[in-house]
């Protein structure tokens, strides 16, 4: 049970590693979780800010709708969920937290994933009655979701207590790969093919979701692996587990694939259903591009980049244990 002076207690050591000091965990996660850290350096980077006024009630009426305008503007609406819980703290510390106070999630590490995968992903602009051009941007759009969701998975393996825990699901997506069962995959899978190409793998079964590809052929599984591994060979135990572990990232709900997706080309000038749009041989084409190619190596280079990630076998315990060697 975590009581609202456990969650409180750390927020307040961590406030100082952030300006975001009133939202929840994000000193903490910054602090102590590699993923949400390194994307939050990428983001300054690029100059994303984040404002807890400008759009927040565009974004928190239909954060959905807000999405053209977060590319554009990189603001990151964000809300002071820590205020009412550190009211909360000073009339009674000893209560439990409990699901059923519905604390309002912050999505930054979201938004933030979409806004250090814009440049890599976006395109010139084409001709919205090209099929083809219109193809490209989709595949683009849903490379981008895949990617974020991505990061959210692999973020959460990197937070390794209870507190550090409830702090990263108040600021990530859920997408029913918490399982111990995934978690024992994973870590089996990143001690086969490296933990780069893992986290490449979770985001192309994320994208196979957005396609509507529900069980992986041989062929498709090659295409997949040539992306992130390469022409290296992998065993058939191997391959058997990458099978198993492909189906868990199929758990988010139906409508955004198709209803959120589908108003996004609207609003992007696009008419063509998207049913129509997304049957064609996208893991081909993603295999067959030398451009594309380099973009998902490019994309897994934000989130895990190859002189960290020196050893191709490590798994997330590992690379925890050297990235702490390397911050002495
Ligand atoms: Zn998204």
Excluded at 185 to 195: A, E, M, N, V
Excluded at 232 to 239: F, G, N, S, T
Excluded at 281 to 293: E, H, K, M, N, Y
Aim: hydrophobic fraction near 40%.
């Amino acid at each position: 049970m975590i009581l609202v002076s456990d969650l409180m207690i750390a927020q307040e050591k961590t406030r100082s590693t952030t300006r975001l000091s009133w939202v929840l965990g994000d000193g903490l996660l910054y602090s102590s979780n590699w993923i949400y850290r390194r994307i939050r350096i990428e983001s300054s980077k690029i100059g994303v800010r984040f404002s807890g006024r400008t759009d927040l009630f565009d974004y928190l009426s239909c954060p959905h709708l807000y999405f053209r305008t977060l590319l554009l503007k990189k603001v990151i609406p964000y809300v002071e969920n820590a205020r009412p819980l550190q009211r909360m703290y000073q009339q009674a510390p000893q209560l439990p937290i409990q699901r059923l106070l519905q604390i309002r999630k912050n999505k930054i590490l979201h938004e933030s994933a979409h806004l250090v995968a814009h440049p890599i992903l976006h395109l010139p602009s084409g001709d919205p009655a090209d099929f083809e051009h219109v193809r490209e941007f989709l595949l683009a759009t849903l490379v981008s979701e895949s990617f974020a969701s991505a990061v959210e998975v692999i973020g959460a393996f990197f937070s390794n207590d209870p507190i550090q825990d409830w702090m990263y699901r108040i600021n990530a997506n859920e997408f029913g790969c918490e399982s111990n069962e995934y978690r024992a995959l994973l870590i089996k899978i990143s001690g086969t093919l490296g933990l780069r190409s893992t986290f490449k793998f979770i985001l192309l079964s994320f994208l196979c979701w957005h396609f509507h590809l529900p069980a992986l052929s041989d062929e498709d599984l090659d295409r997949i692996l040539h992306l992130c591994h390469g022409d290296q060979v992998i065993a058939d135990q191997d391959r058997k587990i990458l099978l198993q572990f492909f189906p868990f990232h199929f758990r988010v709900g139906d409508r955004f694939r198709t209803v959120v997706t589908e108003y996004y080309l609207r609003l992007s000038g696009m008419q063509q259903p998207l049913k129509d749009l997304i049957q064609f041989d996208f893991l081909g084409r993603l295999r067959d591009s030398a451009t594309w190619i380099q973009k998902v190596d490019q994309l897994a280079e934000i989130v895990l980049p190859s002189n960290l990630v020196a050893d191709n076998k490590l798994s997330p315990g590992d690379f925890l244990i050297a990235y702490s060697k390397t911050q002495g």
